[in-house]
């Protein structure tokens, strides 16, 4: 099977825009999962979403949304951009209470 | 309190010793654990899945579980540089039907 895919890879954006980024989940995977990383520091959670609902929510402000489609893809969108939003942005896919697969990241820079 | 707690490290070990990472969880609901690798600049990569009280090996690598005491470890048999890494505990709760990360143990395996 294909593994995770995210897109872009890579991504520089200005203070104030706004960022969407994409997931395609392992074929058959229908909970796609969104963290953030920022030098030297762990995972933060961001949401997860289960067949086309956010099953669960991390502590973030609502500039941070999600969606998930009927095709299990999913897309995460930052509005207003901040200079500390710059970080990776790892998505990770899994069947119902399995381990996850992660994709290798968007990697974003706010300027 | 934090779900999933590891010490942060930096662990060493000489090259060909066993590295033993630990880990500990709180939700007595959680039901399966994993361990992760990730490279610095990379994404996490799945080593080990573990269900059930025990041991579980695969290569090098066991991982123990212990439901009563809250505790998972993974031991890494005759570690190689190429091994230093930080590695994510992590584990499912069905209760909460929500995977949680710990922060990582960076492991340093001196040559």
């Known amino acids: 099977k294909a593994g995770v895919t995210q897109t872009p890879r890579y991504l520089i954006k200005t203070r104030g825009q706004q960022v969407t980024l994409s997931c395609s989940p392992i074929?058959?995977?229908?909970?796609v999962s969104w963290y953030q990383q920022t030098p030297g520091q762990g995972l933060q959670f961001l949401f997860e979403y289960f067949s086309e609902t956010q099953r669960n929510k991390g502590n973030f402000p609502g500039r941070f949304s999600g969606r998930q489609f009927s095709n299990s893809r999913s897309e995460m969108n930052v509005s207003t951009l901040e200079l500390g939003d710059s970080a990776l942005y790892l998505c990770?896919?899994?069947?119902?209470?399995?381990?996850?697969?992660f994709g290798p990241g968007t990697r974003l820079t706010v300027t | 309190q934090k779900e999933v707690e590891q010490n942060s490290g930096p662990l060493s070990v000489p090259e060909g010793a066993i590295a033993s990472l630990n880990c500990t969880y709180s939700?007595?609901?959680?039901?399966?654990f994993f361990w992760y690798r990730q490279y610095s600049g990379k994404s996490p990569e799945l080593i080990m899945s573990?269900?059930?009280?025990g041991d579980k090996e695969d290569g090098r690598f066991t991982a123990q579980l212990n439901k009563a005491s809250q505790y998972v470890s993974l031991l890494i048999r005759d570690s190689q540089p190429s091994d230093s890494a930080t590695y994510l505990c992590?584990?499912?709760?069905?209760?909460?039907?929500?995977?949680?990360f710990g922060t990582g143990t960076k492991l340093q395996v001196i040559p």
């Open positions: 573990i269900y059930s009280n």
């Open positions: 990770a896919s899994s069947e119902q209470g399995r381990e996850q697969y």
């Open positions: 939700d007595r609901g959680s039901q399966s």
């Open positions: 992590a584990g499912y709760s069905g209760g909460y039907q929500k995977v949680t």
């Open positions: 074929s058959g995977h229908r909970s």
